[in-house]
């Protein structure tokens, strides 16, 4: 059973079902297993636990704003 992971920001759960259809549809197509084999999880981290460049994920979105 192919596993699908994605580690993420906080997302909606409509962009959380596009995310699923659109990445079991790629992987599909690319490797022609059938859809009901994949499993996919996402992992959401929060803001403050997501760091980039020396920053949390939060201080860049609180600079992007400002």
């Known amino acids: 059973m192919p596993v699908i992971t994605v580690a993420i920001h906080p ?4 962009e ?3 995310l699923i259809r659109k990445l079991t549809d790629i992987a599909v197509e ?3 297993v059938p859809a009901d084999k994949y499993v996919v999880f996402i992992d959401e981290f ?6 980039l460049a020396g920053k949390t994920r939060a201080e ?7």
């Open 46 to 51: 929060e803001n403050e636990s997501i760091g």
């Open 60 to 66: 860049i979105v609180a600079g992007a704003s400002a």
């Open 30 to 32: 690319i490797t022609k």
């Open 16 to 18: 959380k079902s596009q």
């Open 11 to 14: 997302i909606s759960q409509d």
